[in-house]
T-cell receptor, first 113, second 115 residues
Framework: GESVGLHLPTLSVQEGDNSIINCAYS??????FIWYKQESGKGPQFIID?????DKRQGQRVTVLLNKTVKHLSLQIAATQPGDSAVYFC????????????FGTGTRLQVTL | SAVISQKPSRDICQRGTSLTIQCQVD?????MFWYRQQPGQSLTLIATANQGSEATYESGFVIDKFPISRPNLTFSTLTVSNMSPEDSSIYLCSTLDGNSNQPQHFGDGTRLSIL
C-alpha cells in the first residue's frame, strides 16, 4: 500500500542551529502535505502545510520544501530552540483536503544547549 | 481552530473490560476522526466518525472492537472493547472543517494501559 516514511528517526541539533527533517512519500497522487509537532504528553500540533502546486512555503521560523519529482518533503526550522524538542510527523493525502491522512513514522528532534 | 477535549486523559484497565473515550469540540465540525498511536510509533487512522450514521472503519479495524458514536457535530465517543495488553496505546481524536482548506486538529489523546 501507499506509505509515508522518514529517513532519520532521531535528529540532534545545537540550540541556534538550523534543523532539517526529511520525509519521503510513495503516492504520486498525493496533493496535500502537513507537518505536525508532537510534544510529550500532547496531541499532534499543526505546524505548516503545503499543496502540490507549490514547491516551498514559509512560516514563522519554519519552511517546508516539496520536491514532487523525487517525492520528498522537508521541514526546515531556523535557529532551533529548546522548545522545538519534540517528535515531528509528516502527513499526506491525495483527496485535496485533509480528510484521509497517512502519517510518516516520525523524527525525534533533540535540541542540545 | 477548534478546541478539542478528550476524556479520560489516561486510564489503566484490566484485560477483558471495555472503556469509552469521549471527544468534545467547542464548535461544530464537519468531520471527526479516531486514531491509535502505539508506544513510540506513528498515528494510524481507526475510523471516521460520521454524524448520524455508522462510522467508516479503516482496514484492520472493526466495529465490534471499536464501536464509535457521533450523535451531533460536536461530540464523539470511541469504545475499546474486550481489551488486551495489545490495545495499550494513545487514542487520539481529531477534527476537520470540511468547509475550509484546513488541516486536521488533534486533541491531546487518551493514554490507555491494559494490565
Amino acid at each position: 500500500g501507499e506509505s509515508v516514511g522518514l529517513h532519520l528517526p532521531t535528529l540532534s541539533v545545537q540550540e541556534g542551529d538550523n534543523s532539517i527533517i526529511n520525509c519521503a512519500y510513495s503516492n504520486s497522487a498525493s496533493d496535500y502535505f502537513i507537518w505536525y509537532k508532537q510534544e510529550s504528553g500532547k496531541g499532534p500540533q499543526f505546524i505548516i502545510d503545503i499543496r502540490s502546486n507549490m514547491d516551498k512555503r514559509q512560516g514563522q521560523r519554519v519552511t517546508v520544501l516539496l520536491n514532487k519529482t523525487v517525492k520528498h518533503l522537508s521541514l526546515q526550522i531556523a535557529a532551533t530552540q529548546p522548545g522545538d524538542s519534540a517528535v515531528y510527523f509528516c502527513a499526506e493525502t491525495h483527496t485535496g483536503t485533509a480528510s484521509k491522512l497517512t502519517f510518516g513514522t516520525g523524527t525525534r528532534l533533540q535540541v542540545t544547549l | 481552530s477548534a478546541v478539542i477535549s478528550q476524556k479520560p486523559s489516561r486510564d489503566i484497565c484490566q484485560r477483558g473490560t471495555s472503556l469509552t473515550i469521549q471527544c468534545q469540540v467547542d464548535s461544530q465540525v464537519t468531520m471527526m476522526f479516531w486514531y491509535r498511536q502505539q508506544p513510540g510509533q506513528s498515528l494510524t487512522l481507526i475510523a471516521t466518525a460520521n454524524q448520524g450514521s455508522e462510522a467508516t472503519y479503516e482496514s484492520g479495524f472493526v466495529i465490534d472492537k471499536f464501536p464509535i458514536s457521533r450523535p451531533n457535530l460536536t461530540f464523539s465517543t470511541l469504545t475499546v472493547s474486550n481489551m488486551s495488553p495489545e490495545d495499550s496505546s494513545i487514542y487520539l481524536c481529531s477534527t476537520l472543517d470540511g468547509n475550509s482548506n484546513q488541516p486536521q486538529h488533534f486533541g491531546d489523546g487518551t493514554r490507555l494501559s491494559i494490565l
